[in-house]
């Protein structure tokens, strides 16, 4: 993400003084088809000339239900995780550089070159055989943080002269992630027989490609820890205003 920053930087440099000043450079667009999954997605971006633009995208998801839980299903080799009882939120931040083929300014076929940092805010309810055959669970909290970079198309048209449709086709990134979730003030402290039938849940879970390690650390006590390989696809219809 900081190469791209740079280059975007440089770009502005090189880029705007060439810009009339009456221009309308600023759009503000609102990711409309993610609002089915929570998420509300906004884009400020602005135009160094006809061709070239930076952006910044930011995206919030509250706490809920896990969406696409028939996914995660085949993704998660485990009865263990309680899904239908799993949480999860997010933050993101996207800047992105765009260059633009149309005719006109943030006009036409277009190829975005951008970066995403993601904090995902969890809540992965763990179940285990208690000491008297009833199933019991442990709930982890934590964050896994991802940082990523990728390539877009998409086609951007501007409507009346204010309103923005911004159309974006398909785009993927890739990088890492890592985070920690932790189980605390476990109530009531587990046995010794239930802290080994929580481990045993644990070492139970597997979801390649990622890596994922548990410890039961005491009776009140345990963490969850995650990293791997981090890739998603990006598109999706905005709608704005430009200013």
């Given at each position: 993400m900081k190469q791209i920053a740079f280059l975007c930087f440089l770009l502005s440099g090189y880029y705007f003084p060439a810009?009339?000043?009456?221009?309308?450079?600023?759009?503000?667009?609102?990711?409309?088809?993610?609002?089915?999954?929570?998420?509300?997605?906004?884009?400020?971006?602005?135009?160094?000339?006809?061709?070239?633009?930076?952006?910044?995208?930011?995206?919030?998801?509250?706490?809920?239900?896990?969406?696409?839980?028939?996914?995660?299903?085949?993704?998660i080799k485990s009865d263990k995780v309680n899904l239908d009882e799993f949480q999860i939120g997010n933050f993101a931040l996207t800047p992105e550089c765009r260059m633009y083929m149309g005719k006109g300014l943030m006009h036409g076929f277009y190829i975005s070159v951008y970066g995403r940092y993601t904090s995902f805010d969890l809540t992965a309810p763990?179940?285990?055989?208690?000491?008297?055959?009833?199933?019991?669970?442990?709930?982890?909290?934590?964050?896994?943080?991802?940082?990523?970079?990728?390539?877009?198309?998409g086609v951007q048209y501007t409507l009346w002269k204010v309103v923005v449709l911004d159309i974006m086709l398909l785009g993927g990134h890739y990088g890492g992630c890592s985070g920690t979730l932790h189980a605390n003030n476990i109530n009531p402290p587990l046995s010794e027989q239930d802290q080994q039938s929580l481990q045993q849940s644990l070492d139970d879970i597997h979801a390649k490609?990622?890596?994922?390690?548990?410890?039961?650390?005491?009776?009140?006590?345990?963490v969850i820890k995650a990293s791997g390989p981090w890739a998603g696809v990006r598109s999706g219809i905005n709608l704005g205003v430009r200013f």
């Open positions: 810009q009339a000043q009456h221009d309308k450079m600023n759009d503000i667009k609102l990711n409309v088809s993610s609002l089915a999954v929570r998420n509300y997605h906004l884009t400020y971006e602005r135009a160094l000339s006809r061709r070239f633009s930076v952006g910044l995208g930011m995206r919030y998801m509250s706490k809920g239900d896990l969406p696409f839980k028939k996914q995660f299903r085949k993704s763990i179940q285990f055989t208690g000491n008297g055959g009833t199933t019991e669970q442990a709930l982890f909290d934590g964050k896994v943080t991802s940082f990523s970079g990728g390539l877009m198309f490609p990622f890596h994922i390690s548990g410890q039961v650390q005491s009776s009140t006590q345990a």
